[in-house]
């Protein structure tokens, strides 16, 4: 497993790194924990000319609410989220992968990654949170229903850096994360986010659900919202939106997972989800 | 410390006494062992499954810079193909050639192409890429029924896929269905899996001054010095081969590969010394698979219960090519195919088949895991079919207890079990029962048991060798013990361990003889260069076995330590016995020698017997009468999602018997890595090739082995019954619970799924297989 010949800087600032970027041209890839890119590295399925190790910069390690909203900067590892007390996305951080890649991985890393697989994109999505994407010409925020563009594409473009992802704290907000894999350690074969907000009357004020692996991009259940929002939380409710939660998805099959068996596989997870998230 | 008669070295569960050197980064492996002036190798594999080599251009690889050479099949000028060692007599087995470079035709995904030799590490596998090789494609054969019928063939010039018919079988098998009141027959699928070895394999070949050193991440150094011997041309005793710390093989590392052929064969052309090892990917592409049959099962019994035949057809997926031990696997099981059951008619046929995949050869169980994944699975379906329950099933059919040892009706000769005790032990251990009564809401529990024997301590050399089974080497084991001036001790084993705690249970038989502290005895492996000629480590038998010779070495230690201590002591020799750590005068345990006393009075020879030579060092070289028979019962209880079809094992109970125990605590490690190793089977792991041949589980993601997170704790047991056929009463353990346990979880969730109609299901037993088996049951 060896990769390909590369060069690497550790840039001591944002501004440096964002020059050695822009130096690097489109082979230049940016190295924020590295626990996606070094795999497809050392398969050669990736085979960047430049790595920018991201790695001094403390000004993306950074946490802080502003205003009810949770700021997390790129480089805040998985680790820290899982255990910050972040509702659903801690509870979510906290099943990537195993304890070693929560320690490394970051948070921008995964989401400037995309990998639909991955539990942070829908989590994002869900949320309708946002990320702040830095350029030579400069700092922009984009929204996360912009951000997954494809299969491991996203709107941060050559030469960009993620810096800072921002959730919305959604207090009022019950959630519940269902994630389904074959081992504890593996990417979900699916994983369904969801938020439900009970209005005072016990029916549902807001629903949101994120699907994890549903597609090549992060998705949102929005038959399944929309069929739940303004209804009376029970489990005949709850149940009848579930099974709408596949409804237009054509995710990706592989070994051990069919279409048919994922779509079915959502319905379930999103009925527990929901579930969890009403009570 | 010492042993006293209350407190014996054998049975202790002491701490390994490797594990400081191996927990502590201490530990030299392959990857730790470089040599001045070493150079680097990378392999060029096919990415066709199978394909006519019509050019390879290694023009722009050579012109790489730090690249010294690339090699090709054709410059390979070896004595022969790489070696199978089966010759059954009768039995025509086709071989189709294996070089270590493919020569003119590939045959699996995988198979080396070119070899590339360069000063460092990374330039090498940049060369490789650059080595252009163009492939005319030929048809892919993948699937194993369809290969077996015809069609397209592996290796066009055999005129067939089929490789060999072998047949094991004995009792009337027609008298036996004749009589029964119930037949039932099954479709038994055992899926291909990868023996994964923490520690990939690696070679070092360092030729220099006429002489070859081979250090490879090997299970089997004597035999790889004398295959490297027999197909270099060079005299045996100009090779030294070593096995350093391996880390792990579980069968995957019994083998004479390609790329040890091929890195002493380059490292003397160029007298440079030449190191590899391998990746992942390289690991799962090529090194050898396991398991990968599929089984036509019949059984019958009376209404009451009594089997009365058992029989089975097997197809073999050896995969593109036969390696050291490939097409004999399926045949391992068949010796113990009716499993624990005194049945009197039993019938094994076996078609080894061709398929453009990476050959099969042994992974831990070799062939017993499928058989008795096969004798108790169509057990619990009889029972169904019986409407009798499926532990009764089993008491009824048991071999006795007072009926051994036991001839089976194929001839085998079972040395000693009692099969109704360990199945009592594990019902006392584990309310499996109430485990399953407790099921949460929604969910579904079963419980599967497994009640198994296995045939293990490879070999009576009578019994395999050439004008037996037909294996073309004999299966004694070696021991040699030293008694150093100070009474420490180095003992030189010839099998070759590699993460079985073998130096602490040698250790312990040692000083169990001798009265002194297992620390002080060093156990040395895995080097053909320091010990006697040895057979290495598989089919659990480093204990059993290479154990057994150390036995019999130390006994010998044990009569020169008698006689030195009765001639200093003027007493005679059959008075002298070891009473705690001295050799004493029966009666008067005060006078007396330790064994330190005793090799001071051996290597200063002042006053030893007339004619006795002095040292005290011996060696034993122990072919066994016998195999030996492990045995024991396992259960479980597994908890389905009926809504994902996904499985959790609750509760895994084990009692397994290997004789008395020489280190309870090993023994339990050992079953520990068994069962979760068949878990994984059964749950978890599957090597799998697409319709082109294409491996698609090629890496720890895709493949998918359990952590300690997906597995639960284990509650064990033992019983213990001596084998009659070695001094030390062991029969082996390290392949037990793999052989035990899948169909222990395949028959539980068979239990849990019964209410909603489903009868049969094959492993593995991933999320999506259950949760269809639950939706063609309602359909």
Redesign the interface.
């Known amino acids: 497993m060896i990769p390909a010949e590369f060069d690497y800087v550790a840039p001591a600032s944002l501004d440096d790194a964002l020059k050695a970027l822009a130096d690097g041209g489109e082979d230049a890839k940016v190295l924020a924990g590295g626990h996606s890119l070094i795999p497809l590295m050392k398969l050669r399925m990736a085979a960047p000319s430049l790595i920018v190790d991201l790695r001094q910069l403390g000004e993306l390690k950074a946490v802080s609410e502003d205003n009810g909203t949770i700021r997390l900067g790129a480089l805040v590892t998985h680790h820290t989220v899982a255990t910050g007390g972040f509702g659903l996305v801690s509870a979510a951080a906290a099943t990537i992968a195993d304890q070693q890649v929560r320690n490394m991985g970051t948070i921008g890393g995964t989401l400037a990654h995309g990998d639909p697989a991955s539990d942070m994109p829908a989590v994002l999505l869900a949320y309708e949170g946002s990320v702040l994407i830095r350029g030579s010409g400069g700092e922009r925020e984009v929204a996360a229903a912009d951000l997954f563009e494809d299969f491991l594409t996203t709107a941060v473009g050559e030469g960009e850096i993620l810096t800072e992802v921002r959730f919305p704290k959604l207090d009022g907000y019950g959630y519940g994360y269902e994630k389904f894999n074959r081992r504890q350690e593996d990417w979900a074969m699916v994983a369904v986010s969801a938020l439900v907000k009970k209005g005072a009357d016990g029916t549902a004020e807001d629903v949101r659900i994120g699907l994890t692996h549903m597609g090549s991009v992060p998705l949102r259940a929005t038959a399944a919202e929309d069929a739940l929002r303004g209804k009376p939380l029970n489990a005949e409710s709850i149940a009848a939106a579930a099974e709408l939660a596949a409804e237009g998805t054509e995710p990706p099959a592989d070994l051990n997972a069919s279409q048919d068996y994922k779509r079915h596989l959502a319905r379930v997870l999103t009925r527990r989800a929901l579930t969890t998230a009403a009570s | 410390m010492s042993a006293t008669a209350a407190e014996p070295w054998i049975g202790r569960p002491l701490k390994r006494k490797e594990d400081p050197r191996l927990i502590m980064g201490r530990a030299r492996y392959i990857d730790d062992i470089n040599a001045v002036g070493q150079l680097w190798a990378a392999f060029v594999r096919s990415p066709e499954a199978h394909a006519r080599i019509a050019s390879i251009d290694t023009s722009e690889a050579k012109a790489f810079p730090g690249v010294h050479a690339v090699f090709t099949g054709n410059d390979l000028d070896l004595e022969a193909p790489l070696p199978m060692a089966w010759v059954p007599p009768g039995v025509e087995v086709k071989n189709p050639p294996h070089w270590s470079l493919a020569k003119d035709e590939v045959h699996h995904v995988g198979d080396p192409v070119a070899l590339v030799i360069g000063s460092d590490?990374?330039a090498v596998?940049?060369a490789a890429?650059l080595v252009s090789v163009e492939y005319d494609p030929l048809p892919v054969v993948v699937d194993l029924e369809k290969a077996y019928e015809g069609g397209d063939l592996v290796h066009a010039d055999l005129g067939t896929n089929q490789c060999h018919e072998w047949s094991l079988g004995g009792g009337d098998l027609d008298a036996g269905f004749a009589a029964a009141d119930v037949v039932v027959e099954r479709r038994i699928v055992n899926h291909r899996t990868a023996g994964a070895a923490i520690e990939p394999r690696g070679v070092l070949a360092d030729y220099r001054a006429g002489s070859l050193t081979l250090t490879s991440s090997t299970q089997v150094p004597h035999f790889l010095r004398l295959f490297l011997a027999l197909q270099l041309g060079i005299s045996e005793d100009r090779i030294r081969a070593i096995a350093p710390e391996v880390g792990g093989g579980f069968g995957s590392k019994l083998q004479i590969y390609g790329e040890e052929i091929a890195l002493a064969w380059a490292s003397r052309k160029l007298e440079r010394p030449i190191k590899w090892v391998e990746?992942?990917?390289e690991g799962m592409l090529a090194t050898h698979h396991g398991r990968d049959q599929i089984a036509y099962t019949k059984i019958g019994a009376t209404r009451d219960g009594k089997i009365t035949a058992y029989h089975t057809k097997i197809l073999q997926d050896l995969g593109a090519y036969l390696m050291l031990l490939t097409p004999t696997i399926p045949s391992l099981g068949a010796f113990v195919m009716s499993g624990v059951y005194d049945i009197p008619a039993v019938q094994t046929d076996i078609v080894g088949v061709f398929t453009n995949k990476m050959p099969t050869d042994a992974i831990r169980g070799a062939g017993r895991p499928e058989a008795t994944h096969q004798i108790e699975l169509m057990i619990d379906q009889l029972a169904d079919e019986l409407g009798m329950d499926r532990l009764e099933l089993r008491r009824k059919n048991f071999m006795r207890p007072e009926s051994f040892p036991h001839e089976t009706a194929i001839g085998v000769v079972y040395d000693s079990g009692d099969y109704p005790k360990a199945l009592d032990t594990l019902l006392e251990l584990a309310d499996l029962d109430a485990i399953k009564a407790a099921a949460p809401a929604g969910k579904l529990r079963g419980i599967g048991y497994s009640t198994y024997t296995e045939i293990c301590g490879l070999a009576p050399s009578r019994v395999t060798g050439p004008s037996g089974f037909g294996l073309q080497t004999g299966l004694w084991e070696s021991a040699m013990v030293r008694v150093h001036i100070t009474g420490a001790v180095t003992v030189y084993t010839g099998t070759s361990p590699h993460g079985q705690g073998l130096e602490t249970t040698m250790a312990q038989i040692v000083a169990q003889r001798l009265g002194c502290d297992p620390q002080n005895v060093e156990v040395i492996h895995g080097d053909t260069g320091t010990g006697p000629q040895g057979l290495g480590t598989y089919g659990s038998r480093s204990t059993a076995v290479g154990g057994e010779s150390v036995a019999r070495a130390t006994a010998k230690i044990v009569d020169k330590a008698r006689q030195i201590v009765a001639h200093q002591l003027e007493a005679a020799v059959d008075d002298v016995e070891l009473s705690g750590d001295k050799f004493s005068v029966k009666g008067s345990p005060d006078k007396g020698m330790t064994i330190g006393e005793i090799s001071m009075a051996a290597y200063i020879p002042e006053n030893l017997p007339e004619g006795m030579e002095p040292g005290l060092e011996e060696l034993a070289f122990y072919d066994p009468e016998n195999f030996v028979f492990p045995f024991g019962a396992h259960g479980c209880v597994v908890e389905v999602d009926p809504?994902?079809g996904?499985v959790d094992v609750v509760k895994y109970a084990a009692v397994d018997d290997c004789g008395p125990a020489i280190n309870p605590k090993i023994i339990d490690g050992q079953v520990h890595g068994g069962i979760v190793h068949a878990i994984g089977q059964a749950l978890?792991e599957?090597i799998?090739y697409d319709d082109e041949g294409q491996l698609?589980?090629s890496?720890f993601?895709?493949y998918?082995l359990?952590?300690a997170?997906?597995v639960p704790s284990f509650d064990l047991d033992r019983t213990e019954t001596p084998s009659p056929v070695n001094s030390l009463g062991v029969k082996g353990i390290g392949e037990a619970g793999t052989i035990a346990a899948s169909p222990a979880i395949t028959n539980a969730v068979l239990d849990a799924l019964r209410p909603l109609g489903v009868t049969f299901i094959n492993m593995p037993l991933?999320?999506?297989r259950v949760?269809?088996a639950i939706q063609e049951a309602k359909a």
Do not use: I
């Open positions: 590490r990374y596998v940049d890429q990746s992942r990917t809504d994902t996904n978890f599957r799998h698609v589980t890496n993601a895709d998918a359990p952590s997170a997906d991933g999320p999506q949760w269809e």
